[in-house]
């Protein structure tokens, strides 16, 4: 016999399922952003938001682009 796991009178699949599907949705969506806008400074507020749409779309280590003030990886100032 199997048992079923409810959680307030939900099934804990159709819970799982959900979440699933959201978490999806979120990647897909950073994704397409983090693609298709320039990588910003990242000492200004947009940099910042870039930086957790980057992470909200699992764009790490080389996968992401260098921001503009970050060449050879120092900050150079202009």
């Known amino acids: 016999m ?3 796991i409810l959680i307030d009178g939900q099934n804990l699949s159709v819970i799982l399922e959900k979440a699933f599907t959201v978490a ?3 990647v897909t969506v950073a994704s397409v952003i983090a693609a298709f806008t320039p990588t910003p400074r990242d000492d200004t507020f947009i940099g910042k938001l870039y930086r957790l749409i980057e992470l909200l779309a699992v ?3 080389r ?3 260098t921001p503009p003030n970050r060449a050879g990886g120092r900050f150079t100032f202009s």
């Open 24 to 26: 999806t949705a979120i």
């Open 59 to 61: 764009n790490v280590g």
């Open 2 to 4: 199997t048992e079923t």
């Open 63 to 65: 996968a992401k682009e």
